[in-house]
Each structure stands twice: as C-alpha cells, then as structure tokens.
C-alpha cells in the first residue's frame, strides 16, 4: 500500500513539474517571439527554410490526404444530414463541423505525426551530440536560433494547411450537394457566405495558432530532456508525441468551451 501511495505521488509531482516546465517555457518563448530583438538574417533565414520544409515539401502527401478524407467524409456528412432531414442546417454544419473542427484537428495530427516527432529527434540528436552546448559556448541563443523559427514556420504552416484543407472539403461538398440536393454552385456558395460567423473564425484562427505553437514547443522541450546517451532519443520522442497528443486534446476542449461561451 505504501508503495502505491509513494509512486502515485511521484506520477503526480512528475505531472505538475512537467506542467510547470512546460508553461513557463510557453511563456519565454512567447515574449521572444514579440521582441524585435530576436529577429535578425539569420533567425528569419531559419524561418523560411522551416516554413518550406513544414507546408511546402508535405503539399503532395496532404493534398492527396485532404482529397480522399475530405471526399468520404462530405460523402457521409451530407448523405447524413439528408437522411435525417436537416437541409435547413447544412451551411452551419459544413461550417461548424467539417471547417471549424475537422479541418484544423486532421491538419494538426499530420503535422504533428510529421514534423512533431521530426523537430523533436532533431533537438534530442543535437543534445546527445552536445550541440546545443556547443551554441551556449558560442554565445548563440538556441531560442532565437533554433526554437523560435521551428515554432512559428509550424504556427504559420498549420494556419495555411488548414485553409487549404477547408478548400478542398468544401470543394467536394460541391459535388454531393448537387446530387443529394440538386443545389447548384451559386446556391452552394451562398448557404455557405450566410454561414460564417466571425466569432468562430476568431477561434479558428487562434486554435490553429495554439496548435501550432504547442505541437512545436513540446517537442522542442522533450528534446531538451533527454540524455547524452543515444538510448535516450527514442524515449524522447516517445513521451513529446504522448505530451502533443494530450496537448491537442486539450486545446480542442478549450476551443469548444470558447464556442459556446
């Protein structure tokens, strides 16, 4: 009985330190990232090298990705609204569901699974290799340098890869409107102008921000945790991807509570 009073004690001070690690880095890097300071040639350099590795080199995987899940998943959708006679509601379900939840929350898992677990190797090789120490002898600061352009190429990426994974649904809605409803595309269009909300696209945008800045940070961090031996980099990873995928759900919670407060 001790024991298990002893190591639920160690899970729960381990939970709240990695808590509190975790937001007090958030916060660090945040005000780096409003601090003129921070931004000189090479630190935007880095940004747009990222920026291109993140949105542009994944383009033909999620195109093809976005094509297939957004034409089963409007197929299904609107056969759906139909059968249950909802044809009132369906620009405000297109909008609410396939834009404002499913678009950002597939973007984030693709990003995550791709560049979550990349970003988080390559910081955990450059620990075990001692490059990091290598830039602190150096007098380079591994958050302008490092960090901070991996965590707003992703910000920016997640933001852009969402839009375009709401083109694409809503592009496919076009077909199956017009064969479940007989609707033609200024019809479409219009149900789908009188849908949009600002407030939701507020929290469209800011969720995908958040996303993007929590499945970067936390990796970057878990990174940062592992050892100088080369056993230690897979369990890095392993534990950031766990501590990503609590994250995202944990912002998609939040998001939700915003909607309908």
Do not use: W
């Not at 000189?40 to 994944?58: D, F, G, H, K, M």
């Not at 995550?112 to 970003?119: D, E, H, K, P, W």
């Not at 490059?131 to 965590?151: K, M, S, V």
């Not at 950031?240 to 912002?251: D, N, Q, S, W, Y």
């Amino acid at each position: 009985m001790k024991n298990i009073i002893e190591n639920i004690g160690s899970s729960t001070i381990g939970m709240i330190s990695s808590f509190y690690h975790t937001i007090t880095f958030a916060i660090l890097i945040t005000f780096k990232m409003f601090d003129r300071k921070t931004y000189n040639s090479a630190t935007l350099s880095v940004i747009t090298a990222q920026i291109y590795y993140t949105s542009v080199e994944i383009l033909p995987l999620f195109i093809c990705v976005s094509v297939i899940l957004g034409t089963l998943v409007m197929g299904i959708l609107l056969d759906t609204i139909k059968a249950l006679g909802l044809d009132q509601y369906l620009g405000t379900i297109l909008m609410g569901f396939a834009v404002n939840e499913l678009s950002p929350f597939v973007t984030v898992l693709l990003l995550a699974l791709r560049s979550g677990s990349a970003i988080n190797t390559e910081i955990a090789v450059m620990k075990v290799n001692r490059e990091l120490d290598t830039l602190q002898a150096f007098n380079i600061d591994e958050n302008n340098y490092l960090f901070i352009p991996r965590i707003i190429s992703v910000m920016i990426s997640l933001v852009l890869l969402t839009g375009l994974f709401s083109i694409v649904l809503l592009t496919s809605g076009v077909l199956f409107s017009n064969i479940l409803f007989g609707m033609g595309l200024n019809t479409y269009s219009m149900l789908l102008v009188n849908s949009i909300e600002f407030s939701d696209m507020t929290i469209l945008f800011f969720k995908c921000l958040t996303f993007g800045f929590f499945i970067t940070l936390i990796p970057i961090l878990s990174g940062m945790r592992a050892t100088y031996e080369l056993t230690s980099i897979p369990v890095s990873v392993l534990h950031g991807m766990i501590r990503v995928f609590i994250a995202i759900i944990m912002i998609e919670v939040l998001s939700l509570l915003a909607r309908f407060l």
